[in-house]
C-alpha cells in the first residue's frame, strides 16, 4: 500500500455512494494497522455540496469523482480493496485541501 494508491471499497454499506479510497497516509507509517483514506464519490452526489478548494475533482475511468477530503478517516487496512490506480497527479490538490482542512487556509 503506497500513499495516492486508489483502492475499490470494500465495505458493503458504503460501496454504493463511496466506491473507491484514496490512501493519503505516508508510506513511513506503513506499519500501522490503519491507513487514512480520502473517500471518493462520483460527481454529482446530490446530497452532498461540493467545496472546490476541499473537495478536488478528479476523473476516474471516464467519470467525474470528488476527493471527500472533510470524510477523511483512518480504516483498517483490511477495509482496502483491490488496488485500482496510483494518483500521484492528485498530490498537490489533496495535500491542498488536507491544509485546509487542518489550518483553516
Request: aromatic fraction near 4%.
Amino acid at each position: 500500500m503506497a500513499q495516492f494508491d486508489l483502492h475499490a471499497n470494500r465495505d458493503p454499506r458504503t460501496r454504493t455512494r463511496t466506491p473507491y479510497l484514496l490512501d493519503n497516509q505516508n508510506e513511513l507509517l506503513s506499519s500501522l494497522a490503519t491507513r487514512l483514506v480520502v473517500p471518493l464519490r462520483p460527481r454529482p452526489d446530490p446530497g452532498f455540496p461540493v467545496i472546490e478548494r476541499l473537495h478536488p475533482t478528479m476523473t476516474l475511468g471516464g467519470q467525474d469523482c470528488v476527493a471527500v477530503v472533510s470524510e477523511m478517516a483512518a480504516v483498517p487496512k483490511a477495509a482496502l480493496g483491490e488496488r485500482m490506480d496510483s494518483l500521484p497527479a492528485f498530490r498537490q490538490a489533496i495535500m491542498d485541501a488536507c491544509g485546509l482542512m487542518l489550518t483553516g487556509y
